[in-house]
């Protein structure tokens, strides 16, 4: 036999395992005074590496020594307390160590027989969490729907589109594709880019996705646009197979009317998919459930605990209403996965509830946020990301070169230097480039704004004081 | 402002964390002990779960707790010494614990601007791990190539196929999508699932897979045949659009031709794709690239590390000759990624490299891996897989109640009773239920067989040893 390497021992693996913990918590620890955007150029990171791999191995103390050379350098810092770009994904240290505990598993849960409780976890945890959000009862695994962790949203309105298409067509797509049937996907201009990305992945192409126009004032979704623009398509023989509704949309926030959207959907039987990927957790508390009204309606769901409810990344919970729509779209069964507990139907085999065949147990992670904040921390933290926010549009009134574009959504404010685009552009760049803070972009109405959105736990109110302080520096630079 | 809730303090956080790895460490040493497959039936995992999320938060004391009590029981122990089913996915230290640090940093890779280390630190190790596999320079990222991590290999060959539509539709199929134009997709009957469920994803439909035949000997392609079949398509007015090969068929490790395949498909400039999900990792031993001759014809290649190669799930290297294909099919820019750097063509966003927007850090544990153990060490890991897998083939030759099925492949071996179909599936059910070791069956010629993949840097002989002792004992009960 060749010699085995040499692999860690387990005394090897629970010292450097402390001390990769300890890093991290150092690292965590240093936050505060790094700049939250990294101050490198492009191929700086690259340059401080070796052109190969070692020949011989090196300890693992070596890799955490060139995290801090090399990598916290080139890294901007999501887990900053006032990291408040796109939206912040953060990372609370219970999901992490569950996740931990997941590597350390190591189990396969692509079909429940390759470890049951890979899957039954995942389908409890995913039923706890849709009654923690008040979603309706069809979402549930014990019906004919259910939840599945996908790893992002991206992929859960891939599979509902999939999953339109399967059911519009009789199964027909599965056998025959897409073919030149014109089937048309509906969004508003706001709708996420994976709603295109989707269109085009799944053979639609760009141009099936039509465009639906918004309310100015609210940017959601204009219903009776909707109602027009499929009333066209169907009268021009075209197919209506999905309306795509934003509960947040990723630019402002902005909460289509669902019970509304849903009932024209549902007159030209297409699927209805909401996209509340942001904002959907916030529905752990009972007074922020309102942009859900009308959720019963629809046929599928996503949000994504890794963004603001405190689970590391990938962990984006998607509920379908009819998983035979979903499982008939993706289902495949070669023989070397074929099995009695499958052949008895009365398990779940996740294989064929997204695009993917090997599946790791994300569950863990999520079942260790909900189990360690419990229904109450987790409401706690809503509502200090919320009240945040509020306090962001306080100061915007409070000081006459900044107005609001849009109404405060949740945790994130909307707003822009009186001034004029260009301005509010460098303001937000001056602050970022300070790596004081950091902030996005948008456009809303053909106009440039600035995001801030709340999400981090380590956010305190003297992060935001402190970023507005800068803000109105470089407001006052631009005067 | 509302009250934050209890988050782990940075002490509570050493300290669980301490106890996780701790859990994981002592977990991986009762592993010996324990059924390789749970004895469980459908419900017995969830039945010992509450039916709601606690109210209040509970200690991460309690989870841990509960792995023990409600998850071991109900896990098939991928990480076990005698797991020999599917192909192992087997994690490392090293691997697991760079894994943790990428949770710890959270950062989020969709653009080179939002965190340019995640992306420079991944085109640098696909780099090093393209010349440790002696891979052709076409696919480095200094050139129009460049590689990146995906988290299956079922999504590589999705993205090859859309690529490969892309490319074949010089765009069109990005803007209007497949039609009706009749594209046709080729791998052998020993292809992967998931290149028909790519078809069946992309829009092409299943009966756009046309399956050639293989030698009944080796059970590679055909490669006579795949001309014949692209001709007869061709001639009938089919657009062939993809080849895909197997580089180590999930079956019994059958190796395609990739030469002679690429040279056929490339008469009809469609594009190659070369599956190595699990074999590709052994050509860090240059004796074991025999394989991969033809490679350089190419147009994509996957291998997942995740599998035999020591690195955590999800971690499945995909590489292209020509990024711009691949980019082109997938992507977008939305307002809010407008950045300088993406404008400069300066930097790579692996957004456009995949389905999803959101990524995490993978590159961390497949750093992790190549730098602890070296190419010294990765050579040994995969040289002790095959060695072993050689003496399997040699304890089949030494009993005639059992006769192999193909040649050995790599570390794979492929075996059947000589009494038949019913008394090999019965013979390896007896030893998957009793916990001893696990396997998987496939079918080989209509003929039912045994694979056992070695994967695992804890199987050692005696693991084997012990295995196949177990296998005389169920074919003597069967006698």
Redesign the interface.
Known sequence: ????????T?E???R???A??????D???SLDDLPVR?Q?A?????RL?P??????????D???AD?DR??????????HPRFFA?FP?????????????S??????GMI???????T??E??VL???A??LGLPDTFRSDGPGGGVIQ??A??AT?TAL?SA?HRASGGD????????ADWRVYGSTQA???L??A??????????VRTIAVDPATQAMDVAALRAAIADDVAAGLRPVMVHLAAGS??TGAMDDIAAAAEVARGHDAWVHVDAAWAGVAAVCPEHRGHLAGVESADSFVTNP?KWLLT???CSTFWVRDRAALTG??S?????LRNA?TE?G??VDYRDWH????R?FRA?KL??V?????????Q??I??GI??AE?VAELVAADDRFEMVTEPSLSLVVFRLAAGDEQTMAAMEAVNASGEAYL????VEGRTAI?LAVGS?RTT?ADVDRTWRALQEAAAAQA
């Open positions: 036999m060749p010699d085995q390497p040499a692999h860690m387990p090897e693996f629970r450097h395992g402390h990769a913990i300890d890093w991290i918590a690292y965590w620890a990294a490198v492009p191929g700086d990171v690259r590496l052109a190969s791999a070692p020949e011989t191995g090196e300890s693992f070596a890799v955490l995290l090399v990598v916290v350098p080139g890294l901007t810092h999501w887990q796109y994904a953060n990372s609370s240290p219970a999901a992490i160590l569950g996740d931990l505990l590597s350390g598993i190591g189990a396969q429940w027989a390759t470890s049951p409780a890979v039954e976890v389908q409890a039923d706890w969490f009654e923690a790893d992002t991206s992929t891939f999939l298409l797509v599965r056998r025959h594709g897409v073919g030149d996420h880019s994976s295109v990305k269109a085009m992945m799944a053979g639609l192409g760009e141009d099936a990723t630019s890794h590391t990344f990938d779209a993706l495949i069964l070669p023989e070397y507990a008895s009365e398990v695009p993917q065949l090997g790791r863990i079942w260790a909900l189990r360690t904040y419990g229904i109450d921390g987790l706690a933290h509502r200090s009240a945040l306090h996005s972009h948008t456009t995001r736990w109110r």
